[in-house]
């Protein structure tokens, strides 16, 4: 089943830093389970024997949850192709869990990041914080996306294709950016960025600036919180962001705005304003 999961259209779907992840705990999982009967799948226990051997990486969650959700998906593809009647790691059996509701760039976070952050970092900080797209999918933006207006991008995680209005601060931006390649994104030696260079960079400059507890992945939550906090619409957010609808309610409701006091001070003036207009009639 692992065979045919790496021959599916749907790993071959997925980006390639996607696909070097899967191979990597694929590998792990064949070692442990390439033996064990497909037959063995039907039996109840077969999950606790899973969840055994996850609980064998719990002192790296996330290692944990990698591994159990490569499982899972290798199942769920066998499963969808008739091979297996049943997934016995479907749902739960995820151990990290992330609390980022407070994990937001504010304005003084913006100002102190860019503030020391050489040119090639400031780039890729402007891009995520207005365009809220993932660290991988902006490294590979060539300049050909950009037509001085929009940015046209194809996300490498579902592969949603997305026409982002450049915001005036980013287009300056861009338009002010030393051209060196077909990246926009580039190294000081003018060369495209590793995913593994970049993160080294990036944390150099966050240390520099104070920065400790932000990732740059909390840019992607903070661009729907800001354009939130500007009273768009989930519709309006989800066309930027490319997150669905629902995940764009889940982000707003449960993990980023619960606690933003600028929605709330939004809130209460919009309800002064309605009032006074209710009393004036």
Not at 129 to 137: A, E
Request: glycine fraction near 8%.
């Amino acid at each position: 089943m692992i065979a045919e999961f790496k021959a599916s259209a749907e790993f071959k779907a997925l980006g390639d830093a996607s696909k070097r992840a899967y191979l990597s705990y694929l590998r792990n999982i064949e070692a442990e389970f390439g033996d064990m009967a497909i037959e063995a799948l039907k039996d109840p226990r077969v999950r606790g024997v899973f969840k055994q051997w996850r609980d064998g990486m719990a002192v790296t969650p996330r290692k944990a949850d990698y591994a159990w959700t490569t499982l899972a998906r290798v199942l769920s593809v066998a499963k969808d192709r008739g091979r297996i009647s049943v997934n016995p790691c479907e749902r739960g059996g995820r151990l990290y869990e992330a609390e980022r509701s407070d994990k937001i760039w504010t304005e003084a976070d913006i100002g102190r990041l860019l503030s020391v952050a050489p040119a090639r970092l400031a780039g890729a900080f402007m891009l995520a914080l207005w365009t809220g797209q993932r660290q991988g999918d902006l490294l590979r933006l060539p300049w050909s996306s950009y037509d001085g207006k929009h940015i046209r991008l194809r996300q490498g995680k579902g592969g949603r294709r997305l026409k982002i209005p450049v915001g005036e601060p980013l287009r300056k931006h861009l338009d002010e950016m030393k051209r060196v390649g077909p990246m926009i994104l580039t190294t000081v030696y003018d060369t495209p960025w590793t995913g593994d260079g970049f993160r080294s960079s990036w944390a150099t400059a966050c240390a520099k600036a104070g920065i400790v507890e932000l990732t740059f992945h909390d840019l992607r939550g903070s661009a729907v919180t800001r354009l939130a906090i500007a009273g768009c619409t989930v519709p309006e957010i989800a066309a930027i962001t490319g997150h669905s609808l629902k995940d764009v309610e889940d982000i707003v409701d449960k993990h980023y705005l619960s606690r933003d006091q600028a929605l709330a001070e939004t809130a209460i003036r919009k309800l002064e304003r309605r009032t006074k207009a209710v009393n004036r009639l």
